[in-house]
């Protein structure tokens, strides 16, 4: 095991990897992050005794570990890397957007929030069409008539109002801290910026903080400073989440959305609910994890496909042999292929006990083949068997460019929270003087149901546009445990491949023996029934073993790394963490400024 593992990550440390044959030349095409290395360097396993904390920026990190050890639970940490991510992250952190959270509390038991935006109260079915029809280009990616309704303030304040320990002014403190005075950019957080400059040249409101006063954009060394943003997360520091919902920033969100041409308005503001869910669970390997409900895809699909992969010995397969990824990429097929007629739960029918019942995956695995590649056009959502043909993938292409954090402390208070704008600092509009990046998360929509988007990926009537209306995401924030205890935190990022980078992390470690850094660092598979290509990351198939599975009629499609897995690995998942009592924590690799911190 140790030997494949080796050469799988020898591959992907390498850019030579990508002299391995592949059906099409590495392409970006599905990946807006568009820097970064071809392969990936494995990262530093983090170790913590009382509570470990992991994000994609270290200086978020580092104020939970410092919250942890100022007598703060995991709740308390979380709500405070939450907010410190919308200083020192701001392409993706924000409170300006929304996402889901997955909490397990000290008795066991697991609650799921939903603080994903909400459509306005003005959206319609076909405000993204012109008279004929069509879709137009970019308006629902860019600019205020993409922006949905934030849910970020009141999912941390309700959390923290909850579970939390300490006062609201202490956990913001260090965010407000790094907005009011700066922070140094390093390498990572240069590149990040640079992906979105046109956006800062645009907004008069951007322009002074995130350009140089020559109109440059920022480079590494240079200081960050965001004192209207401070001033805002001071104001509910000191006010709660009134001040983002029906106080001043709501008032001045509201303003600077009819003077950009938007639809968000002081009530759609003050209507703003989450909701507490009772989160997926399933079980693998003797092993229980909670997972995203719907509004998210990602759970029902993950456990589909752990449910379907359970019938087979995978360890004894082994780790990316053509026969361990044949079976992988057929029970991704399949979860993809039920998954496509999910939506929020509040608006639509799911139905999540036939796709996560064992019994559905033993239907399921009685149809695949164990030799050769099936059709994905002959699945139907919901059946086990090939039929006819079905129609065409549902999904919105739903943006890579997500954040996760993980926290655990010494009680087993366990937090996975994935957030997000959708895309690089969301729709490219700052909420006027507020200093807060704004979403573009209506572009999760199907703009057209039953037409396809730029990818050929057509949206459902599940997902169409309604006022209130959540929209469907793939996000995953995943709680592993046994026999009482947790035993993993997990999640990622990335879009449709949300559910298998997720996936990848959680097979590492329970069926091949994977330490958390080696599982994160894993290359990627991914299928998601429609297109039909198997993305690949760089070294994540030896030729041989690429070129058995050719054979039998799969076709690949090499892609730069993708994804920020953050993950916790604790006492029983491992013998060495078994024998000291410490947690391992991993960030991922695939972007440089990522840390995980011990406490």
């Known amino acids: 095991m140790k ?51 992991v994000s994609a920026q270290h200086l978020a990190s580092d104020v939970g570990a410092k919250i942890l050890a100022q007598g703060g639970n995991a709740v308390d940490a979380a709500v405070g890397v939450g907010y410190a991510l919308a200083v020192v992250y701001p392409a993706a952190g924000n409170i300006g957007g929304g996402g889901f959270m997955t909490l397990r509390l000290i008795d066991g038991k697991t609650i799921f929030i939903d603080f994903r935006e909400h459509a306005p109260g003005a959206a319609t079915a076909t405000m993204y069409q012109d008279a004929a029809g069509n879709v137009i280009p970019k308006l629902s990616t860019e600019g205020w008539k993409a922006v949905a309704v934030p849910g970020t303030v009141a999912g941390l304040d309700a959390i923290l109002t ?47 903080v995130f350009l140089r006063a020559d109109g440059t954009p920022l480079q590494a060394g240079d200081r960050l400073v965001q004192k209207e943003l401070a001033n805002s997360l001071e104001l509910i520091a000191k006010e709660g989440p009134k001040a983002f919902y029906t106080g001043p920033i709501a008032a001045e969100i509201a303003r600077a959305s009819k003077e950009g041409g938007g639809i968000v308005q002081a009530s759609d503001l003050a209507s703003y609910h989450i909701r507490f869910l009772d989160p997926i669970r399933c079980t693998y390997r003797g092993y229980e994890i909670d997972t995203a409900p719907p509004p998210s895809g990602g759970g029902v699909a993950l456990c589909e496909i752990l449910n379907i992969l359970s019938g087979y010995d995978m360890h004894a397969l082994g780790l990316h042999t053509a026969s361990s990824v044949q079976r992988e990429i057929e029970a991704m ?7 496509r007629d999910l939506g929020d739960p509040a608006f639509v029918s799911n139905p999540i006990e036939h796709l996560t019942d064992p019994g559905y995956a033993v239907q399921v695995r009685a149809g695949i083949p ?46 996975s929270a994935t957030y997000t704008l959708n895309g690089w600092f969301g729709a490219g509009v700052m909420g006027g003087h507020t200093g807060i990046w704004m979403n573009d ?35 995953s924030p995943s709680i592993v445990s046994k026999d009482g205890q947790v035993v993993m935190v997990i999640g990622s990022p990335g879009g449709s491949r949300i559910p298998t980078i997720t996936l990848s ?18 290359p990627r598979i991914h299928q998601q029934w429609e297109p039909t290509a198997v993305e690949i990351e760089p070294g994540a198939l030896t030729p041989d073993v690429q070129a058995k599975l050719e054979s039998e009629g799969y076709t690949f499609s090499l892609h730069r790394p993708w994804g920020l897995a953050e993950g916790i690995l604790a006492n029983q998942a491992s013998l060495s963490a078994h024998r000291t009592g410490l947690l ?12 995980a911190a011990g406490e």
């Not at 799988?8 to 290395?37: E, N, Q, R, W």
């Not at 009537?461 to 996000?475: D, E, Q, Y």
Request: hydrophobic letters at 40%; glycine letters at 10%.
């Open 3 to 53: 030997t494949v593992f080796s050469a799988i990550l020898a591959g992907l440390m390498c850019s030579s990897a990508l002299a391995a044959p592949v059906s099409t030349p590495l392409s970006s095409a599905h990946d807006p992050l568009a820097f970064g290395p071809d392969a990936v360097t494995p990262g530093v396993l983090a170790t913590g005794r009382h509570g470990m904390v």
């Open 162 to 208: 909850k579970w939390g320990r300490l006062p609201r002014a202490k956990v913001m403190a260090p965010a407000i801290a790094l907005a009011r005075d700066g922070f140094v950019l390093n390498g990572g957080d240069a590149q990040l910026l640079h992906t979105s400059t046109p956006y800062f040249q645009k907004d008069v409101y951007a322009r002074p």
């Open 333 to 339: 097929r399949h979860a993809y292929s039920d998954r």
């Open 370 to 415: 164990l030799d050769k590649a099936l059709s994905s056009s002959r699945l139907r959502a919901g059946e086990a068997m090939p039929v006819a043909e079905a129609a065409a993938a549902p999904d919105t292409q739903e943006k890579h460019e997500t954040t996760q954090f993980s926290v655990l402390d010494k009680s087993g208070m366990a937090v």
């Open 441 to 475: 998360e209506m572009d999760d929509f199907s703009a057209k149901p039953g037409s396809p988007n730029m990818f050929g990926i057509v949206g459902s009537a599940a997902n169409a546009i309604a006022p209130g209306k959540t929209p469907l995401s793939s996000m």
């Open 505 to 522: 992390a959680i097979l590492g470690v329970l069926d091949y023996g994977l330490d958390i850094r080696q599982a994160v660092d894993l």
């Open 584 to 595: 391992y924590g991993a960030s991922d690799p695939r972007h440089a400024g990522g840390e």
